[in-house]
T-cell receptor, first 107, second 113 residues
């Protein structure tokens, strides 16, 4: 079992739909990252969070530390949101801290 | 603000050839990373560095080497290319480890034939 599991693997939505992508992890973490990989291949950071909820425009990220679960929501989805969304968890501290990545959700 | 610049974007190598993937960042980040991304898999850490002169192996270091002579640059060297090294490679940097925002290069698509 992977330490970071995302669902669904693929997602098709109509323009304007509310979308949810889920990320579950099985290890202790220091932070959780949501990344977006564009069709051209580049990766950009959307959110980094260790508790609660963050919002940026139409994107909302939440995390429940006790349940080891995070969700990324896109309100009123648009064709330009088409991308692969990647969940990554930060583990360790100091010079040993590293990211472990999920396999991504293709929207 | 250039961020993380990675070159080349595409490359085809023959088995046994060598090459260097270049990565430079202008954000004065201490931490730099090299990842590879294979179809259906999450990014895997090849090597990382926590500062100039300091490098360490990640999950999949075999067949690769790195150096970090300056804060800005973190090149990845493939000495004897093998088909198993066909992948997309990403360089990334962050100010202070996995608790800080990560910035990625545009990726290098490498094919070994």
């Amino acid at each position: 079992k992977n330490e970071v599991e995302q669902s669904p693997q693929n997602l098709t939505a109509q323009e304007g739909e509310f979308i949810t992508i889920n990320c579950s992890y099985s290890v202790g973490i220091s932070a959780l990252h949501w990344l977006q990989q564009h069709p051209g291949g580049g990766i950009v950071s959307l959110f980094m969070l260790s508790s609660g909820k963050k919002k940026h425009g139409r994107l909302i990220a939440t995390i429940n530390i006790q349940e080891k679960h995070s969700s990324l929501h896109i309100t009123a989805s648009h064709p330009r949101d088409s991308a692969v969304y990647i969940c990554a968890v930060g583990r360790g501290a100091g010079t040993a801290s590293k990211l472990t990545f999920g396999t991504g959700t293709r929207l | 603000n250039a961020g993380v610049t990675q070159t080349p974007k595409f490359r085809i190598l023959k088995i046994g050839q060598s090459m260097t993937l270049q990565c430079t960042q202008d954000m004065n980040h201490n931490y730099m990373y090299w990842y590879r991304q294979d179809p259906g898999m999450g990014l895997k850490l090849i090597y990382y560095s926590v500062g100039a002169g300091i490098t360490d192996k990640g999950e999949v270091p075999n067949g690769y080497n790195v150096s970090r002579s300056t804060t800005e640059d973190f090149p990845l060297r493939l000495e004897l290319a093998a088909p198993s090294q066909t992948s997309v490679y990403f360089c990334a940097s962050s100010y202070k480890g996995s608790n800080t925002e990560a910035f990625f290069g545009q990726g290098t698509r490498l094919t070994v034939v």
